[in-house]
Structure formats: C-alpha cells, structure tokens
Nanobody, 122 residues
C-alpha cells in the first residue's frame, strides 16, 4: 500500500515536499516514482528513482525544479518541488514497479497510491 501526502495550495514560485509511505513493499527493492494528472489531462510521468543505484529520471518540464529522493530506513519516497508554476497543478501519485525499471509509461507501473492534490495559484 502506498500513501502520498504533502499536497496543498501554494502560490507560484513556492515550494512543496511530497511524501509517500509504503507498507508491505520496500521502495529499495523496486523502481519508485511520481506521476501527476492535471485537470482534463492524461496522467503523466514526473520523476522516478532506483534506490539501489541512485539512478533518477525526470520529465523535462520539471528538471532543475523537482528532486526525487528516498529514505530506506523509513521506507519513504519524496518529491521536493521548487519554483512551482500553475502548470504544476495536478493530483500527484506515487507509484512502484515490480522490478527496477524506470519507464515513463504509467501502464507499466504496478502499484499506486490514492494521490495528493497540488494547486498552484498565479
């Protein structure tokens, strides 16, 4: 089970840190990532991480602004989001794979949390 938290209403330029807690499965054993779905749009890839190798992958629009990280000891996944813009408004989902892959295709990810809403006002 995955549970994301940390969403909220912020202004453009602000920062937020999303957290995701996992129970039953260790983030360190599988690929972990964040996706988002903006109003009226398809769910899209945001960032992913392989804990063991430290490999990270980002969507181009968030590179340099968002940082994905994890804490093995607490089995937590994080997404630090800086310089937020209204275009970042979406429900953010943490996800986990059944392998160590880090694909951008949401259909290849196996486990999902219920999402946390991030709203960025202009």
């Amino acid at each position: 089970e995955l549970q994301a938290s940390g969403g909220g209403l912020v202004q453009a330029g602000d920062s937020l840190r999303l957290s995701c807690a996992a129970s039953g499965r260790k983030f360190s054993d599988y690929g972990a990532g964040w996706f988002r779905r903006a109003p009226g749009k398809e769910r899209e890839f945001v960032a992913a991480i392989s804990f063991g190798g430290g490999t990270t992958v980002y969507q181009d629009s968030v590179k340099g602004r968002f940082t994905i990280s994890g804490d093995n000891s607490r089995n937590m996944l994080f997404l630090q989001m800086n310089s937020l813009t209204p275009e970042d408004t979406a429900v953010y989902y943490c996800a986990q794979r059944s392998d160590l892959g880090l694909t951008r295709n949401s259909k290849t990810w196996d486990f999902w949390g219920p999402g946390t809403l991030v709203t960025v006002s202009s």
